[in-house]
């Protein structure tokens, strides 16, 4: 994905989820926050920071902040943080026929049980109509080059996986798929310090015969897309 017009700035200060006061050519900006998570490790107060500049003149802010670099003893490490972005990149990506086939149908959105899963998908084969459902899970934690998730407690992702194996169990095929939205990360793995729950709900799911998947991405401040698939470790 692609966005529009991108320009730097300075983090300053976060008064809420939704907002962040930065520093854009001197002047102090109020900005939205594509990104409602904690965020603790990745807004510091000096940071560069990426934003895109809104062409809605009537927005009550004129910016998104949607990138961060990291600071780290290995180097700088730019690291997308707009949540929109990883269900636009795997949509991008499996309608080019990253899962290995074209789909006939890919819906977003789409629900089944209790949830409403990221993706919906239909192929036609010489065996018959494959149909199953995908939930997209975007991950901004980086640690010593590891990249997990979640960063912090998500019971919606726990019941996710839940109702990812019942869609498993009633014939869909069904899978979990992690958008690293950062480069050179050596695998990803469940965050079980932080909630270890969703780790066992993961590996349940495995079991249970949900994929899971690891895509890694290619990160310019205005662009993300996938440039390849990650180990994950269960």
Not at 65 to 74: C, D, F, H, Q, T
Not at 105 to 129: A, I, K, V
Not at 167 to 179: R, W
Not at 200 to 225: H, I, K, N, S, W
Request: hydrophobic share 40%.
């Amino acid at each position: 994905m692609v966005y529009g017009k991108i320009l730097p700035g300075v983090f300053l200060t976060r008064p809420n989820r939704f907002i962040a006061h930065v520093e854009i050519s001197g002047q102090v900006e109020v900005c939205h926050v594509k990104n409602t998570g904690r965020c603790r490790e990745l807004l510091l107060p000096g940071v560069k920071v990426w934003l895109e500049e809104s062409a809605n003149p009537a927005r009550k802010t004129k910016y998104d902040l949607i990138a961060v670099e990291k600071e780290r003893e290995a180097g700088p490490l730019l690291i997308n943080m707009d949540s929109q972005a990883p269900n636009k990149v795997f949509g991008e990506w499996a309608a080019a026929g990253g899962l290995g086939f074209t789909p006939a149908l890919l819906r977003p959105e789409m629900t089944y049980g209790n949830s409403r899963f990221d993706y919906y998908w239909e192929f036609s084969q010489e065996g018959g109509l494959r149909r199953g459902f995908w939930e997209v899970k975007g991950v901004t934690l980086e640690e010593n080059g590891t990249a997990r998730f979640p960063d912090a407690p998500t019971l919606r992702g726990v019941k996710h996986l839940e109702e990812l194996i019942l869609a498993h169990q009633a014939g869909y095929e069904a899978g979990v798929c992690f958008i690293v939205q950062m480069a050179g990360m050596e695998h990803v793995e469940p965050n079980d310090a932080t909630h270890p729950e969703f780790g066992e709900a993961l590996r349940r799911a495995a079991r249970a015969g949900v994929e899971v998947l690891a895509l890694e991405c290619r990160v310019e401040p205005g662009r993300l897309e996938v440039s390849g698939k990650l180990p994950v470790r269960l």
